[in-house]
């Protein structure tokens, strides 16, 4: 779904809403004006009667007006008003008509057939005029009971249902504020700062839901505290015997017992240290110390880190090259490759090569027996992995998958190669 899909889809039904109601309204409007218009033409009726009574019975124009003002209709005698109704006037309705066929006949000539009369009715202004014509007269006539019609009331109630609809869907999207600051507030939790406050006053659902948020927050930091603290605590009381009995054991007489206590100690130190980054591994990296390092640099603090002889090396690096890393841990996935290439090789020697976006590790020995995943899980190592707790590879593939590098392996003509390469090359 897309990202905004739920102001999307209030967007769409506003649209649907608003098209919805102008579709209705304006065919309201429509029905209603012609059912206004079919009204006042009916006094054409009238009209007709009256005018077809004065010609049968040859009454003067003056009793034809004097029967006409009683129902509120006065011939216009104004030329330059008539002129400019017939030619500026908006006509909105005409029909034909006859003489009542028993006047028809032939003492009464003047009455002739219906396609020579009719009768239109005008809009100028804010006036009705009706306009009566036949072969032998031409009458305009205002209509001083009657208005055109008009849509206020209509637009009135139109206007009303388009601002009542438009308050709804910005009061509904000032609904959705609390939900935005929630889903940012959760950003920044979920980037790391841990006392973000979700508290929210109000009885609503989503003021519900950040405060359910908000006692989760709480109860997720003091379990972090209590694990930071056990971690520290528990890291110091088994690191100072350890170096107790490590100072003492030097102090020994060199035999082969000595030999064997030191052994111990130095095994139980790397397992503590292993553990530790396991620990951080399963908890997630922090990401925001990722900067950029020259790869010289990098492979540098690996092999301070390992202790490694410089005859157990061949580097061949761009000293332009550049890695975007955090600088600790991809320095401790390097120093694990150069320890497990050198101890597995045949010679105790590996070469490192730095390419753009890969480093390889490369020895001369036996491949190896499983493949490559099966190593990546932790405490799985080679039968010959005596001193190792199978957790190298494991720890250099989820400190890669941290920094978005994919470990690669290969056996050819005798040769093991290991590589680190980007899942997205940069282009």
């Known amino acids: 779904m897309p990202r905004y899909s739920i102001l999307i889809t209030v967007l769409i039904a506003l649209a649907v809403t608003l098209s919805t109601v102008s579709f209705t309204v304006w065919e309201f409007y429509q029905l209603?004006?012609?059912?206004?218009?079919?009204?006042?033409?009916?006094?054409?009726?009238?009209?007709?009667?009256?005018?077809?009574?004065?010609?049968?019975?040859?009454?003067?124009?003056?009793?034809?007006e004097v029967n006409l003002a009683l129902y509120q209709l006065?011939?216009?005698?104004?030329?330059?008003?008539?002129?400019?109704?017939?030619?500026?006037?908006?006509?909105?309705?005409?029909?034909?008509f006859e003489i009542l066929d028993h006047l028809q006949n032939q003492e009464?000539?003047?009455?002739?057939?219906?396609?020579?009369?009719?009768?239109?009715m005008f809009f100028y202004g804010e006036k009705v005029y009706f306009h009566i014509t036949t072969p032998v007269s031409s009458l305009l006539l205002e209509a001083r009971d009657l208005k055109p019609y008009h849509m206020g009331n209509l637009l009135y109630a139109y206007l009303t249902i388009v601002w009542i609809i438009l308050f709804s869907f910005f009061y509904i999207l000032k609904s959705f504020y609390p939900l935005r600051r929630l889903r940012d507030k959760i950003k920044r939790f979920a980037e790391g700062d841990l006392h973000v406050s979700f508290k929210v006053e109000g009885n609503d659902e989503i003021s519900e839901v950040s405060n359910e948020f908000d006692n989760a927050a709480k109860k997720i930091n003091t379990l972090i505290e209590s694990r930071n603290l056990f971690l520290r605590n528990i890291m110091h009381e088994l690191k100072t015997p350890i170096t107790k009995g490590r100072f003492s054991v030097e102090m020994l007489e060199n035999t082969k017992y000595k030999s064997r206590l030191l052994n111990v100690f130095i095994r139980m130190e790397g397992l503590i240290n292993e553990m530790a980054l396991i620990e951080q591994i399963a908890s997630g990296f922090e990401q925001?110390?990722?900067?950029?390092?020259?790869?010289?640099?990098?492979?540098s603090e690996a092999i301070d880190l390992g202790f490694f002889e410089s005859d157990n090396y061949v580097l061949d690096i761009n000293s332009d090259l550049m890695l975007h890393v955090d600088y600790k841990l991809f320095a401790?996935?390097?120093?694990?490759?150069?320890?497990?290439?050198?101890?597995?090789?045949?010679?105790?020697?590996?070469?490192?090569?730095?390419?753009?976006?890969?480093?390889?590790?490369?020895?001369?020995?036996?491949?190896?027996?499983?493949?490559?995943?099966?190593?990546?899980?932790?405490?799985?190592?080679?039968?010959?992995?005596?001193?190792?707790?199978?957790?190298?590879?494991?720890?250099?593939?989820?400190?890669?998958?941290?920094?978005?590098?994919?470990?690669?392996?290969?056996?050819?003509?005798?040769?093991?190669?290991?590589?680190?390469?980007?899942?997205?090359?940069?282009?």
Request: hydrophobic share 35%.
């Open 108 to 120: 009464n000539p003047s009455f002739t057939p219906a396609d020579k009369n009719h009768i239109e």
């Open 32 to 64: 209603n004006r012609q059912q206004y218009l079919s009204n006042i033409f009916s006094k054409s009726q009238l009209i007709r009667q009256i005018y077809g009574d004065s010609l049968h019975r040859e009454s003067t124009s003056a009793l034809l």
């Open 74 to 96: 006065f011939v216009v005698h104004d030329r330059d008003l008539a002129r400019k109704v017939l030619e500026n006037g908006k006509k909105v309705q005409e029909e034909s």
């Open 332 to 427: 401790t996935a390097i120093k694990n490759m150069i320890d497990n290439a050198i101890k597995y090789s045949d010679d105790n020697k590996v070469v490192i090569t730095a390419r753009e976006g890969k480093l390889l590790f490369e020895n001369y020995g036996k491949g190896l027996d499983e493949p490559l995943s099966y190593y990546t899980e932790p405490f799985t190592k080679s039968h010959k992995a005596v001193h190792s707790f199978g957790l190298g590879l494991y720890i250099v593939n989820a400190i890669l998958e941290s920094h978005g590098y994919r470990l690669h392996y290969e056996h050819l003509n005798g040769w093991n190669r290991f590589w680190f390469e980007l899942k997205e090359p940069k282009t």
């Open 288 to 299: 925001t110390r990722l900067e950029d390092y020259r790869a010289v640099d990098v492979i």
